[in-house]
Structure formats: structure tokens, C-alpha cells
């Protein structure tokens, strides 16, 4: 379990006192405000075939972390992007999932099958109980792995708020991450509470290896992209070897490896103001480099500061394009993990007053996706006060309570 006192906690505090919260209910929840759809709406699944297994921390902490039952909004948003067998068109072939629940022990709630018949079941979800991830990522494999899967085309989405409780399940749920890579299966986690810095390493590196993301959300409007964020990077295939697309609001982990180089992309709007913050996790030091996409000239670069771990790149796009942001170690070699953030002046879940000028997508994107983003111009940075880190740490804070408090303001 984790600590209460957290930016999804606020947040849900903030909802109940304007009315957006949903009781605990065996009935379907609408998704309400968090569905994001101006940006989903851009996100096209093209192919199908693909097997999912949702699972969806159900312990004891959710109570205080998630109170409004934001995980599994973001369950049922995923699901609802699948393909179901009545939607195919034009030689899709249907989507199925799985819904796998676990505290300290695991249950399959929705065995393999048709992604229609699951949102009623994720509402019923309870919160109770220890926290065993492993044992909920080795259920849905399970469960995934029956005759006739292809791995290929099979991947596992964990929701959840923290880390194995007691921390000796630690190495189980490493090994069932593992055994899902070792078959082929992307295993991507979004967390509510806990971000890249605060986990186990090991687990970290695990879920890169397997292909998968590691995101970490700030506020309730965050829940729906740190989905977004999982799509566009596929859910699943083999790992690639492209860029990871970014949106604004969200912390993803990645890992660096001795001379290699990590890069991401982002999607800006035409006089959008952003910032990239890139937070080593391990004692590496980093070098971050922003581009234009396709191009080897260097907009700006920043080396992480020594004492607190952060290099900070700022940038106003001149035109609606693409951006590189590319990872290195400082110096020429080096191995860690880290984190990359972006903050905007600009929100993807908004609809646009921007058109597209070149009116096709420009933001690369993981299998069976393409996106093209649509944000309104906005003055409120989202989760701008990253570069505070330092100083916010030594008075006590964690940085999805000061994100939370900035998009409030």
C-alpha cells in the first residue's frame, strides 16, 4: 500500500466538492469528464487481433489514493478502445480481453473474451486488502496465454497506486514480468500515485525491457491520457526501437544503456510554449537535447544538475511539427534510469482552435495507432513546476501534490 497524502488523493477531494465523484457500485459509471475524447478521437486502431489483459489493483490503500474510483475509469476507457466483435470494419478482426483483479491474491473477474460485456464488471471492483502485483500480472498471463494465442499481438496494462505489500513480493512480481517478455507480451503500467523515482528499479527496468511504459499521472484528467500514452506506444508487439510519443501532464520512465540513446517525440501546436524535464533516477548523469523531427540541428540542451538530478529544456514552437527529444549519458557512457515530462501551455483534452495546417498526423506512434493532436491555447501550464523538484523535496512535498496544486490554480 502507499501513502494517502498524494495528487490523486487531492484531486479526488476537489471532484467531491463539485460533484464529479462516482460512489463504489455494481452499476456501470459513466466515464464523465475524464475520458479525454478530443484526444482519443484521434487515436485510430486499424488492425484488431489483439488479446489484453486489464488488471486492477483492488487493495486497501485505493480507499485514500483513489476514493473515486479513477483506475477504473481508466480500465473502462481502455476497454472501450478495443474492437469488438459487433464493430469490425473494413477486415478488422475483434479485439478480446481479460479483467483481472488483486490484492494480495489475484482473481480473473472477465476470462478471455469479447470487450463488450467488461465495463460492468470493472465498476464492481472493492478496495481491500495487500498489494501483490505479481500475482495479478501471472493471472492475466495465464489467462492470455491459452491455445491459440500469438504473442505478437498480446499485451498486459496494470493499474494500480504503488508497490508490492509486503516488499518481499517484490522479486514475484519481477519474475512474472519477466516470464511475460520471455513470451513475447508487453506488460506497460500506469500508476496513480507512484512515479519512476519512488519504484523499485527492478520492476522499472523489467516493464522497459518488455517493451511496455512506465507512466505515472497527476491529476484526474491525466487518468484518461496516461491511457493515450499506452496506446500510442502500442500495447502491443515486440519492443521497438522509434521514439516514444509524449503528452503533457504525464512522467514516463526510460532506461539508458552505456553510449545508446533514448528518444521520445512530441506533437506541438503552433505557439505553444512547452518545457521538457528529464530527471535521472539512478546515479547517471544525463544530457537531453531538443530537435525539430528529421533534423540534426540542435534547438537547445541541458546537462542534469548535479544535486538535483534535472535537466530542464524550454521551447515556443514557431509552427505546428514535431520534436525529438534524445536522452544520452553526459560525458559519453553511462547506464540508468530516468524520467521524461513534458509541461504545456497548451491541453491535448481540449478541443482545438488551432486547425492542422498540413491536416494529416504528425506525431509517430506505436502499432496499430496514429494521432494527431488537437489542444486549445490555454494559460495554465500543465505540470509546468517540475523544475521546483529540488526545493519542493526538502519542504516535504511530492511533485503530483505541486502538479495537482498548479492545474488547480
Do not use: W
Request: aromatic share 4%; hydrophobic share 35%; glycine share 12%.
Amino acid at each position: 500500500m502507499h501513502l494517502p497524502f498524494s495528487g490523486i488523493a487531492l484531486l479526488a477531494s476537489v471532484l467531491a466538492l463539485t460533484g464529479q465523484t462516482g460512489a463504489r457500485s455494481t452499476t456501470s459509471l459513466p466515464l464523465k469528464n475524464s475520458t479525454c475524447e478530443p484526444l482519443f478521437g484521434k487515436i485510430e486502431t486499424t488492425n484488431g487481433g489483439r488479446k489484453i489483459g486489464v488488471v486492477i489493483d483492488r487493495s486497501g490503500s485505493m480507499e485514500d489514493n483513489d476514493p473515486s474510483n479513477l483506475r477504473l475509469q481508466a480500465a473502462k476507457l481502455l476497454v472501450g478502445k478495443l474492437i469488438p466483435s459487433d464493430g469490425t470494419t473494413g477486415g478488422q478482426t475483434a479485439d478480446q480481453v481479460t479483467i483481472v483483479q488483486f490484492n494480495e491474491t489475484a482473481e480473473v473477474l472477465y476470462p478471455l473474451g469479447d470487450p463488450s460485456g467488461s465495463g460492468a464488471i470493472i465498476d464492481g471492483i472493492p478496495a481491500n486488502g495487500g498489494t501483490f502485483i505479481g500475482g495479478g500480472i501471472s493471472a492475466a498471463l495465464d489467462e492470455l496465454t491459452k491455445a491459440g494465442s500469438k504473442p505478437d499481438q498480446t499485451g498486459i496494462f496494470v493499474l494500480t497506486d504503488g508497490s508490492d505489500d509486503p516488499p518481499s513480493l517484490i522479486s514475484d512480481t519481477i519474475d512474472s514480468i519477466e516470464r511475460a517478455q520471455q513470451a513475447g507480451i508487453r506488460v506497460s503500467f500506469g500508476f496513480l500515485s507512484v512515479d519512476a523515482e519512488e519504484q523499485d528499479a527492478r520492476i522499472t527496468s523489467a516493464i522497459l525491457r518488455s517493451g511496455g511504459t512506465f507512466t505515472t499521472v497527476n491529476t484526474a484528467e491525466d487518468t484518461a491520457k496516461l491511457v493515450a500514452q499506452a496506446l500510442l506506444n502500442g500495447l502491443v508487439g515486440p519492443p521497438h526501437t522509434g521514439s516514444v510519443p509524449l503528452l503533457p501532464g504525464l512522467k514516463t520512465a526510460g532506461m539508458l544503456s552505456q553510449t545508446s540513446l533514448n528518444t521520445f517525440s512530441y506533437a506541438a501546436q503552433k505557439d505553444e510554449a512547452f518545457n521538457v524535464t528529464v530527471t535521472a533516477i539512478d546515479n547517471v548523469s544525463l544530457k537531453a537535447t531538443l530537435k525539430e523531427a528529421g533534423k540534426n540541428t540542435e534547438i537547445t540542451s541541458a546537462v542534469t544538475d548535479e544535486t538535483t538530478g534535472i535537466a530542464l529544456l524550454e521551447h515556443t514552437a514557431l509552427s505546428t511539427g514535431n520534436y525529438t527529444i534524445e536522452v544520452s549519458p553526459s560525458g559519453g557512457s553511462g547506464s540508468g534510469l530516468f524520467a521524461v515530462q513534458i509541461g504545456s501551455s497548451l491541453d491535448p483534452c481540449k478541443p482545438s482552435t488551432q486547425p492542422n495546417p498540413s491536416g494529416t498526423p504528425i506525431i509517430p506512434t506505436g502499432a496499430n495507432s496514429t494521432y494527431t493532436p488537437t489542444p486549445t491555447a490555454s494559460t495554465i501550464f500543465v505540470a509546468g513546476a517540475v523544475p521546483m523538484r529540488g526545493m519542493v523535496q526538502q519542504m516535504g512535498l511530492g511533485l503530483s501534490f505541486l502538479a495537482a496544486v498548479f492545474e488547480l490554480v
